[in-house]
C-alpha cells in the first residue's frame, strides 16, 4: 500500500477534479504491474494498472475505495477490477463521493472477491488530501509555504530574499510546486519580485501548475507587468474566492506576508511547510503580516506536527490543521 | 565518560573561574565513586571523587585534565590522584590554563599511572563551555534563547507573551537559568514586564543567578522599579562590557528584541537557543531586532544545528557557534 500511496503521488496536482489514486498488483508477493491516476483524471489508476496486466488470483492494492459509476470517459473501476478476478482487493480509504460511497466495495464482494478496507487509511488520504478537502469543505486543499530565518524572517527590510534557504530546499520547493493544481501570490510580491513561479526542475518542466494573484482590486490586477509576458496568470479577488475555483484541488500560496496572512486568518489553511534556514536575520520582513489573532489562547491546538526532516542545512517541517 | 560530563553539569554556572568538571571512579566495571567541582569551585572533581574511596589500581575518568597547579585552597589534582595509585586515568579535554596545559598528565605518567586522553573530548569542552570561553575569549559564554512562534514572533502587539511555549519548554527554560551564573534583559524588557528572573523549580530555587539588566544608561537603571524590591539586579551598559565580569562564566540572554539583537550584532552570541510552540502568531513582536546585517550572505554559515527535540508540543532546538 505504501508503494500505491507513492505512486499515487505522480498524479496529484494534475488529476482534478478525480482523485489523484494509486494502484499496485502482486502476486507471489511481486508487483506485476503499477497504475496511477493520469493528468486530466483518466484513466483511473486501476484501469490504468489493469490494462495489459493479468490479475487473475492475484492481490489489487488501491489507496481508494474504487469508483462504482460509470461515465461517458469509462467503466466504473468496481465493474473492471470485479471482471479481472483477482483473489483480494485492498483498499485504503473509503470514497465518499455519494456516486460511490461504499458501492465499489459491494460490488467486489457481491463478485465473490475478498476486500479488506483501512490499510493505510491516514497515509492515503493525506496523499489524496485535495479530493477529500474538495469533497468534505467544499474548496481546494490549502498548501501555506513560508522560508524562513531562525527568527522568522523571510527577507531584509529592503525586500532582498536571494537566498535564505539552500538548494536542497529551493529543489524541494519546485517539487511543492508541482504537486500543485495553482499557485497564489500577493500582489505587492508580483510587483516586488515578478516571479515566474514556473517548475524548475528537469523531468518536471510540464508540470507549472496555474498561477494567480490575490489582489482585491481587478484594475491592479489588470495592470500587472507579468500579465503581458505570460498571459495566463489568473485573478483572485480574495482567499474565499478559493471556492469558486474549478478543476483546482490542490493549492500553494507562496507569500508575502499579506497573502500568507489572508489565507491563514481566514483559516483556509490545511497544511503549513516551513523551509528554515540556520542564520539569523534580525530587523526584516516577518513572514506573516497579521492574521486577526485577539489572543495567545486561541492560537493554539490548531496546528500538529506532520513531518520534520533536514534538506541540506535547513529543517523542513510540515505542520496540519489539527481540526 | 558521559556520566562523568553528566555530572559536571552540577556544576555549571555556580563554579566560576574555575571549571565545572566531572569526575567518576571504575572499579571492576562498576562506579565505586562520583564527583563535581563544588559550588564556589571547591573541592575540585577529583578530590570531591576521592574524599572517603579507595581508588587503588581504579579507573578514573575525569572530564578535564587534573590540574597541576598547588592553591591555598587545596592540593594540585594530579598530586592527589597520583597519592591514590590508581591503575588508569582517562581524560576527556587537556586544559589551557597555562599553569596545567599538559604537566597535569606528564606528572601522572611519571607516577608511573597510564593515561588515556581525548575521550568525548568534544561533549566535555561543550559542558565546560564557559571555562573554555573564558580562557580562549577572555568572556563568559553567552547563550540566547529566544521563544517564539513558528513564524518567528515572541508576543503580541500589545506585549502579550503568556504562553506560547507550554510547561515543559518553560520548566527547560528554569534549568538553562539554573545553568546559568548570569541572566540578562533589556531594559524595556524589565520595564513591561517586571521579570524576576528566579528559577522556579523545586530543588533548583537556590540556583538563581545573578540579574542584569542592559541598558546604555546608568540613570535609567538605577531608576527601574525592579531594583527597589531586589537590589541585586546590575547594570550592563553595553554586550561588549561581559569582558569585565568577574566571577561569571556562564551568561543567559533573555531578550527582549533589542537586547538579543545587541548580542548577536556584537557577535557575542556561542549558543543560541530555541523554543518553538506550533502556533502562528502573525503581526506580533519579532524575535530580534536589528543585527546589522548588510547582505543575506553574510548571515550564512555561522551557526551549526547541535541538538534538536522536541519538549511537549514544542520543538527545543540548540545551535552552536560555527567558527
Ligand atoms: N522569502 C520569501 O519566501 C518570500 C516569499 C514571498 C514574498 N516575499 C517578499 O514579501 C514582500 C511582499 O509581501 P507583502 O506582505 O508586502 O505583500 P503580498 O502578500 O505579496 O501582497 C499583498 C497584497 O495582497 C493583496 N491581499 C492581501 N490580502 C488580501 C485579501 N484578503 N483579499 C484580496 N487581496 C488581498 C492586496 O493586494 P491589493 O492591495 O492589490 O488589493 C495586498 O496589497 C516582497 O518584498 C517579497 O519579496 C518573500
Ligand atoms: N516572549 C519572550 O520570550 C520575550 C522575552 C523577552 C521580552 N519580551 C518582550 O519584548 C519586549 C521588549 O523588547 P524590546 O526589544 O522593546 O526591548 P529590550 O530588548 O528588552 O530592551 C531594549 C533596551 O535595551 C538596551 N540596549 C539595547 N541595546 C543595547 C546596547 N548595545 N548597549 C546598551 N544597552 C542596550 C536599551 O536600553 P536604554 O534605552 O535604557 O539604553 C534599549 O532601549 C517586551 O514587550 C517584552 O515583553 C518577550
Known sequence: MAAAIALSMRGRGRTAPNPNVGCVIVRDGKIVSRGWTRPGGRPHAEADALDGADAAGADVYVTLEPCAHESARGPACADLLAAA???????????????????????????GIEVVEGVMADEARRAMAGFFTRLEKGRPHVTLKLATSLDGQVALPDGSSQ??????????????????????????TVEADHPTLDVRLSGLGNRSPVRAVLTHDWSNFSKLDLRAEQPDWRHLPSPEAIRDLEGI??????????????????????????????????????????????????AHGRWRLADSRMLGKDRFEVYERAS
Open 85 to 111: 478476478r483477482p483473489a483480494r482487493v485492498i483498499v485504503a480509504a473509503p470514497d465518499p463521493d455519494p456516486r460511490t460511497d461504499g458501492k465499489g466495495v459491494a460490488r467486489l464482494r457481491a463478485a
Open 163 to 188: 537566498w535564505i534557504t539552500g538548494p536542497e530546499a529551493r529543489a524541494h520547493g519546485h517539487v511543492e510546486r508541482a504537486l500543485a493544481d495553482m499557485i497564489v501570490v500577493g500582489r505587492a
Open 249 to 298: 484541488d490542490y493549492l500553494l500560496v507562496e507569500g508575502g506576508a499579506g497573502a500568507a496572512a489572508a489565507f491563514a486568518g481566514a483559516d483556509l489553511v490545511d497544511r503549513l511547510i516551513l523551509y528554515r534556514a540556520p542564520i539569523l536575520i534580525g530587523r526584516g520582513l516577518s513572514a506573516l503580516g497579521d492574521i486577526g489573532l485577539g489572543n495567545l489562547e486561541n
